[in-house]
């Protein structure tokens, strides 16, 4: 990928080229990850995918021989199977996601995960017994029950549901062009 440049610079506070992340999409328009810049722009040059949605400040990256949009969101040309995953895995992101970074007993900003039965208590590592929590309240909580504090949950915690959760949890920063393709995937 050398002496690929791009035309302008990334001022419109889009993430730096680097962390630059791209949607990548089956021939159905299923979502299925999302990919550095440089990996989507590899696989839109060898003729692998297709650019669905451009950059929104219109960037383009110039070669000697070529020019291409900086993708946003790409489709493969070729179908790929994927397996079948019942479960999302428990991740602090994903599960900071879920709570879209709130606290689950007081309604701040969360920095921490914690667990609503504590596992000194016999509290599973699992979505159902996870939050997400801001240090003050999982300071407070310690190692004690909900009932014991006299506290309640805002929301009950489930494990979240779907293919888009697995992409989502891994990328903080996505970019609202995806969200038309993160619904359920086409038939």
Known sequence: MAGIVADKATASGAPAWG???VLLLN???EPLTALPLRRAIVLVVCGKAEVVHGDPAGLVLHSATDSILVPSVIRLSTYVRVPYRARVPLTRAGLMHRDRYRCAYCGGRAETIDHVVPRSRGGAHSWENCVASCARCNHRKADK???ELGWRLRVLPTAPR???WRLLAGVPDADP???PYLGEPAA
């Open 19 to 21: 962390r630059r992340r």
């Open 145 to 147: 029950l909900l009932a």
């Open 177 to 179: 062009l995806w969200l």
């Open 27 to 29: 021939t159905t328009f």
């Open 162 to 164: 779907g293919p888009h």
